[in-house]
């Protein structure tokens, strides 16, 4: 069964960071692309990031490229997620996601969230 | 940037045909995918690939794709269908975009 748990989300003050893991398990980690999807209140979707398989190649949304970090720990199972220069507009539940076994950049498996605020 | 439009609502009657509609440039040349989500569930598949259905998910749910136009179609909707769905494009020039969501209600 997979099982995806996002932690490290809290209260950060504008111009802070924070860093989000992905703990999983019920897959083999390493043979899937992995993804942060948000959703800030009373807004939709929104992706974040995504990071192949190997680790080698991120890919980020405009809104966070150049102050964003995806990495993984294929050791460990492991997703993670660094946001730095915070804003207000960061505000969101941040969501882990697993691509589907049949479809690449298709979002076939999600954790429940870490939840991420913003605010002086 | 790249931008994929929805409607912010569609409303049906049970057992009726619900159409839900993605817009953006050129849209049919890139891939489009559909999530249900419900209250205080995570979101969940129901379309890949614009047109291939997940296992699991119910042969009313279909999708098509063509154009500048994504559509996402229920046939015969249950009240259990009524939930926020949102479009996602994808290629490799724009990365992943998500429309804005559509509420579908069951009246």
């Known amino acids: 069964q997979v099982q995806l748990v996002e932690s490290g989300g809290g209260l950060v003050k504008p111009g802070g960071s924070v860093r989000l893991s992905c703990a999983t398990s019920?897959?083999?980690?390493?043979?899937?692309?992995m993804n942060w999807i948000r959703q800030a209140p009373g807004k939709g979707l929104e992706w974040v990031s995504s990071?192949?398989?190997?680790?080698?190649?991120?890919f980020y949304a405009d809104s966070v490229r150049g102050r964003s970090t995806i990495s993984r720990d294929n050791a460990k199972n492991s997703l993670f997620l660094q946001v730095d220069s915070l804003t207000a507009e960061d505000t969101a539940v941040y969501y882990c996601?697993?691509?589907?076994?049949?479809?690449?950049w298709g979002f076939g498996y999600w954790g429940q969230g870490t939840v991420v605020t913003v605010s002086s | 940037s790249y931008e994929v439009t929805q409607p912010p609502s569609v409303s049906v009657s049970p057992g009726q045909t619900a159409t839900i509609t993605c817009s953006g440039n050129?849209?049919?040349?890139?891939?489009t995918y559909w999530y249900q989500r419900k209250p205080d569930q995570s979101p969940v598949l129901i379309i890949f690939?614009?047109?291939k259905r997940p296992s699991g998910i119910p042969e009313r749910f279909s999708g098509s794709s063509s154009g500048n136009t994504a559509t996402l179609t229920i046939s015969g909707t249950q009240a259990v269908d009524e939930a926020d769905y949102y479009c996602?494009?994808?290629?490799?020039?724009?990365?992943?975009?998500f429309g804005g969501g559509t509420k579908l209600t069951v009246l």
């Open positions: 690939h614009d047109t």
């Open positions: 050129n849209l049919g040349d890139k891939y």
């Open positions: 996602q494009a994808w290629d490799t020039n724009i990365d992943v975009v």
């Open positions: 996601a697993r691509d589907h076994e049949d479809a690449n």
């Open positions: 990071i192949s398989r190997s680790g080698e190649t991120p």
């Open positions: 019920g897959f083999t980690f390493s043979d899937y692309h």
